[in-house]
């Protein structure tokens, strides 16, 4: 039974790792493998994100459960008063007041046990988080497309690396925003579900990254994605045929940063806490490059299969660390880096299209051109 157990967590840590990456993955295919923008500051949205979670829900369930004010504000509330006075006994200071940060994790367990007999309130704080992290993102977005219409890719790479990096040094160094070195509690959405909630954590996160899948895979193959391939081929022929250049990148930046604003937001929910520490450029930049060039850019299928291949060898390394550690002669930390970074080598030397290489898109489908062709002969 415990076998069994295992595995099925085993699964589920896949299946969530590897939905959340499908959409940064898919956010960065649009940008790089479609546009062709070097957005090297992915992290900026997914922290963006992720920061919504840890700033705005946590202090709006605190202020209206007024329990910021302590003991005597909340005194007639059955589950926050035991919630307090269960652990004033640890710290008697929180009777008088708390401070959001400062009482985080006191704050963070009593809005939890709300939220658990509130299915409601639990998924109406799930919407308009990821709605509000979505807008978050769009407008980061906004503001690296500046940027990204006046420089060369070079520099434009470098620029948007450095916006990515100031957001995380913001969220560290910066206390009042997620806790800073510490980080912050974030509300638990899937709480009421108890013994599911990692199953409806898993299911969520899935079904936002296939939805944007099909809809980025549908856009690739419409006039705007046809428009957005004749943008990274040839920029200068694409704005000679009238095609807006400037919306055109704008309108991606914004779109892909909402993507991955959403991923942010949906990871936090799932790891129930914020930290702006994790929310590195390694793990939420270099990685996702790693994938969409093992996999290959400018193709959804390519991108999907490099994200599969990425998340079960990491994770099968991570789990079972204690059977592979007295095989290898160096500490475990760094065998999937230097896995992924060797096949990231030999992809760029050997097949730098990637596995599933990108293919031209036709304006119409082969079978349209084909009953086209028929009727114009039979006439």
């Known amino acids: 039974m ?16 590897f939905a959340i990456y499908l959409i940064v993955n898919t956010s960065l295919n649009i940008e790089y493998g479609l546009t062709g923008i070097p957005n090297f500051g992915k992290v900026l949205a997914v922290a963006g994100g992720a920061f919504v979670v840890g700033a705005v829900p946590g202090r709006a369930l605190a202020d209206q459960l007024n329990l910021l004010k302590g003991f005597r504000a909340v005194e007639n509330h059955p589950i926050l008063s ?10 008697p200071k929180i009777l008088e007041g708390m401070d959001y ?27 308009a988080t990821v709605g509000l992290a979505a807008l978050v993102g769009a407008g980061l977005g906004f503001v690296a497309s500046y940027p990204a ?20 040094q913001v969220g560290y160094l910066e206390r009042t925003l997620v806790g800073g070195t510490l980080g912050v509690f974030a509300p638990d959405p899937y709480g009421w579900l108890g013994a599911y909630r990692f199953y409806a954590s898993a299911f969520v996160i899935l079904l936002v990254a296939l939805t944007f899948f099909v809809y980025m895979r549908q856009l690739a193959y419409s006039p705007a994605g046809r428009a957005l391939k004749a943008l990274k081929d040839q920029e200068i022929a694409a704005e000679v045929l009238g095609k807006d250049v400037v919306r055109l990148k704008q309108k991606v930046l914004v779109l892909s940063s909402a993507m991955a604003a959403v991923a942010g937001a949906l990871w936090a929910f799932n790891s129930q806490s914020v930290i702006a520490s994790t929310y590195d450029r390694f793990n939420w930049t270099f990685w996702p490059w790693v994938m969409v060039i093992i996999g290959g850019a400018g193709n959804h299928k390519g991108v999907l299969l490099g994200t599969l291949i990425f998340v079960v060898l990491r994770r099968t390394i991570d789990t079972y660390r204690y059977v592979l550690e007295p095989l290898i002669p160096f500490s475990l930390v760094w065998l999937d880096r230097l896995l992924f970074g060797v096949a990231l080598i030999i992809v760029l030397i050997v ?17 349209r051109i084909k009953s086209i062709i028929k009727r114009l002969e039979s006439k």
């Open 351 to 367: 097949r730098p299209q990637g596995i599933v290489p990108d293919r031209p898109t036709p304006a119409l489908g082969f079978s």
């Open 101 to 127: 940060i400062e009482d985080n994790s006191v704050i963070g367990d009593c809005i939890r046990r709300v939220m658990v007999g509130d299915p409601v309130l639990s998924i109406t704080v799930l919407l």
């Open 149 to 168: 219409i006046r420089l060369r890719e070079d520099y434009l790479a470098m620029t948007l690396l450095a916006m990515g990096e100031f957001l995380r």
């Open 2 to 17: 415990m076998e069994v157990q295992q595995l099925l967590t085993f699964l589920l840590d896949i299946i969530a790792y």
């Open 82 to 91: 035991e919630c307090l006075k269960t652990l004033a006994q640890i710290k």
